[in-house]
């Protein structure tokens, strides 16, 4: 594995907003933060360590990293070689629109079943789907890929739970 820290950032907002980052570290150590967005990363060389919801976490290659929006958690190197992956971050939108039309359950929010999930076939499909909307203008390719792709994540590594009364809100 390369040494040279990177990160490529992109859209694909093809069907609803959907960020997209390959990146490599070594050293990078990400404090505390959180993102507005479902976080989906699958790596694809080294090992990552994280905190999330107050426990330590590792992924390796073929492991996906499953975080839910407005959850704090961090980011470093597992081994001096350091990781990349291919991240994804779609929007609450995009999730709940799959997850409305897989269940036939409006006004559902989908959550993670674990943050950490071993799926090498669905991390090389995710990893596909990434090198896809990065050079791919065909747009029935690209919704068709997205749909699938993250219809499976859904299926696989999430329930859904009905949203809470407007006016109830989770501490953070």
Same mark, same amino acid.
């Given at each position: ?13 093809d ?6 980052l390959d990146?490599? @570290?070594?050293s ?13 990363? $699958? ?5 990552? *360590?994280?905190? @999330? ?8 290659? *073929? ?10 958690? $961090?980011?470093h ?5 350091? %990781?990349?992956?291919?991240?994804? @971050?779609?929007?609450? $939108? ?9 269940s ?28 896809l909307?990065? %050079?791919? $203008? ?15 994540v859904?299926r ?9 009364a ?7």
């Amino acid at each position: 594995m390369s040494h040279a820290e990177y990160a490529r950032f992109f859209r694909a907002d093809d069907l609803a907003p959907l960020e997209c980052l390959d990146a490599r @570290y070594r050293s990078r150590v990400f404090v505390p933060h959180f993102h507005e967005e479902y976080v989906v990363n $699958t790596l694809v060389a080294g090992a990552q *360590g994280y905190r @999330y919801r107050g426990r330590t976490h590792e992924a390796t290659r *073929g492991t996906l990293i499953l975080i839910e929006p407005g959850e704090v958690h $961090t980011g470093h190197a597992r081994t001096p070689e350091g %990781w990349a992956y291919r991240g994804f @971050y779609p929007s609450v $939108t995009l999730i709940r629109q799959l997850a409305a039309a897989i269940s036939g359950v409006d006004g559902v929010t989908p959550v993670f079943s674990a943050t950490t999930v071993h799926d090498p076939e669905l991390a090389t499909r995710l990893d596909g789907l990434h090198q896809l909307l990065s %050079w791919s $203008t065909d747009v029935l390719s690209r919704e068709s890929a997205i749909v699938a792709v993250f219809g499976d994540v859904i299926r696989r590594h999430m329930a859904v739970r009905e949203r809470p009364a407007p006016g109830c809100h989770r501490p953070r």
